[in-house]
């Protein structure tokens, strides 16, 4: 695993670079982030959403992933649906899914 222990205005304290990590590695670090889903700990790698919102998730950073999911959970909804609740939070992270997702009527 690489970090970064630098602190900086644009990053953490640290920061995971899976990029650089084997095939084997990164599979491992994505089935244990799978079991995370739904709880404090999920890291932003695992796919958790709908299908609905695939298109702004699956290529957000973990960083948002991880506060999208956050904001779910904080809010007590199913990370995997879709309800006009799921579609406020995406919009609040992804302005420009807003009209696209009303349009949808998700």
Do not use: C
């Not at 970090?3 to 244990?32: C, F, V």
């Not at 956050?70 to 995997?80: I, S, Y």
């Amino acid at each position: 695993m690489t970090y970064s222990y630098e602190r900086t205005a644009a990053r953490g304290p640290h920061e995971l670079d899976l990029m650089g990590l084997s095939d084997k590695a990164r599979n491992a670090i994505w089935h244990l982030d799978e079991k995370y889903i739904g709880t404090a700990d999920y890291m932003g790698v695992a796919y958790f959403w709908s299908m609905e919102y695939k298109w702004w998730l699956r290529d957000a950073s973990p960083k948002v992933r991880r506060k999208v999911h956050k904001a779910f959970v904080d809010a007590r909804l199913p990370v995997d649906e879709d309800s006009e609740a799921h579609t406020a939070i995406v919009a609040k992270f992804f302005p420009d899914a807003a009209q696209r997702l009303r349009d949808m009527g998700s």
